[in-house]
């Protein structure tokens, strides 16, 4: 659905929105729509440690020009501060100041990235702890603070170290236009599981792509998010069987028809459901992303058990048993990656959606409890949560409610199905096989439960 609001403050309303101190969205720096001048500017990369000139040295070896001070009058494309080596909270100020410093030379949709190691308070001194849990802070509050588009994100090293595979791929993601509705968030690496990918590699496409000669099934492909990771996925490679409900068998036709996959009708809830979707395939999945779902909103004084039941049985019984299925019967490749849609809702809990909201913290639960089995198949199971996306369901709520929710983000703006989908094409790709069990916010900074 259209952003009116968003075109006119960038057109003939600019200066009225200026004066009056209204919201003033910019249009975001998505994959393909990056201007040169953007792409070419340099990074700026602040550290004293060895962490961050082992990463100044990865961004130089992937074409990218590298700052380690900034140059006064230089936009920049980003700012990265490494802060692996901080030790107490003391010990942030000198990078943290500079990096401030440096933000007004941040070009518009340019991004800032932390670097640091993950908290983990049962295993750390108090005074270590409090310095990373920091941060997470610090990031967050950089994030709501970004202007004209740009993002603030972190990568959290957990028992990984900066030369794992899925730091570099984490780095590709958050620096390029594939990331730009993702704001205050964390990607967190755990192993040094997952093949290294080379900037060039991870922007690729077609039979060079990130994905290329693996076989991914979508789920709800039909329209909205899901059509949107159809295309995703082919146009990074992959070849893709889309999956939804008879009734939607036009409109999967034509998605997978324009990307030259397979389409597949049925309800995901059959009890027969995994057997005919593995029967489709025909061999080992690599990629499976659950992103059908439904709402029934009413609250709860309300709810009757035909809305609780068919949204649980949708957004999670259904892929409890589609794994499970799959996984019984052998059919996960070797290196299989799952990613299933969550949702801010399943966070931060939602008036009239207790059925939706169950339904997607129980994503959240059964992505994080599925993780060792993934890893033990060299793979990895993720979820994403987006936040307001314009999409069918979202065109479905009143004028004022959209009108609102699109302005609660820091980035002042609704998401595109393309920006949760290009999340999903970034945890499905085989550099990211580091990252597991997380859930990945795709939300703008949407301030519910942020
Ligand atoms: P949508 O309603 O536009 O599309 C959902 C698709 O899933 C449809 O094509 C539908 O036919 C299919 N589907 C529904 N039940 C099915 C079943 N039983 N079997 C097979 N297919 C089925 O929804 P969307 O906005 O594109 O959302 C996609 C996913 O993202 C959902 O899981 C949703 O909960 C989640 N999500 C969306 C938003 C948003 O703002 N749009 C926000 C958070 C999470």
Redesign the pocket.
């Known amino acids: 659905m259209k952003d009116t609001y968003l075109s006119l403050v960038n057109g003939p309303l600019k200066q009225v929105a200026k004066t009056l101190g209204l919201p003033q969205p910019v249009e975001l720096n998505r994959f393909g729509s990056t201007p040169a001048s953007y792409t070419n500017r340099p990074v700026l990369v602040l550290g004293s440690g060895p962490g961050a000139q082992n990463l100044a040295d990865l961004l130089l070896e992937n074409g990218l020009e590298v700052r380690r001070n900034a140059q006064s009058g230089e936009k920049l494309r980003a700012i990265i501060a490494v802060l692996d080596d901080a030790k107490s909270p003391a010990d942030l100020s000198p990078i943290v100041l500079e990096a401030g410093a440096a933000l007004r030379s941040l070009a518009p949709c340019g991004r800032v990235i932390t670097v640091s190691t993950a908290p983990d308070a049962k295993n750390q001194t108090p005074e270590l702890a409090a310095a990373v849990q920091g941060i997470t802070g610090f990031t967050r509050s950089v994030a709501h603070e970004m202007r004209a588009g740009a993002t603030a994100n972190g990568i959290l090293l957990d028992g990984a170290d900066l030369t794992a595979p899925s730091v570099a791929a984490a780095l590709w993601f958050l620096l390029s236009g594939k990331s730009a509705y993702v704001s205050g968030q964390f990607l967190t690496v755990s192993s040094d599981a997952g093949e290294r990918l080379g900037l060039d590699a991870f922007m690729s496409t077609g039979a060079n792509g990130p994905l290329a000669g693996r076989r991914a099934v979508v789920?709800?492909?039909?329209?909205?998010?899901?059509a949107a990771i159809a295309r995703n996925l082919a146009r990074d490679g992959a070849y893709v069987i889309g999956?939804?409900?008879p009734?939607?068998g036009q409109?999967?036709a034509q998605v997978t028809n324009e990307i030259g996959g397979k389409s597949v009708q049925?309800?995901?809830?059959a009890a027969d459901a995994a057997e005919k979707i593995a029967e489709a395939v025909g061999g080992p999945v690599d990629i499976l992303v659950h992103?059908?779902?439904?709402?029934r909103d009413k609250m709860l004084a309300n709810m009757d058990a035909g809305r609780w039941d068919s949204v649980i049985a949708?957004?999670i019984a259904?892929q409890t048993m589609i794994n499970a299925h799959l996984a019984e019967k052998g059919l996960f490749a070797d290196g299989a990656q799952v990613v299933s849609?969550?949702?801010?809702?399943g966070i931060a809990g939602n008036r009239g959606q207790t059925n939706?909201a169950t339904s997607?913290a129980g994503v959240i639960g059964l992505t994080a409890a599925s993780a060792e089995e993934f890893a033990g198949r060299h793979g990895s199971i993720n979820a994403v949560?987006?936040?307001?996306?314009e999409?069918?369901?979202?065109a479905k709520m009143p004028t004022l409610t959209r009108q609102v929710a699109r302005r609660l983000s820091s980035l002042q703006q609704?998401g595109q199905?393309v920006d949760?989908a290009e999340a999903i094409g970034f945890l499905a790709s085989s550099g990211a096989r580091g990252i597991n069990g997380e859930t990945l916010r795709v939300c703008g900074q949407n301030m519910v439960g942020a």
């Open positions: 789920t709800g492909a039909a329209r909205g998010i899901g999956v939804d409900m009734q939607a409109a999967l049925l309800d995901i809830t992103n059908a779902g439904i709402t949708v957004n259904a849609l969550a949702s801010t809702s939706y997607k949560a987006p936040g307001f996306i999409t069918d369901m979202t609704g199905p949760v």
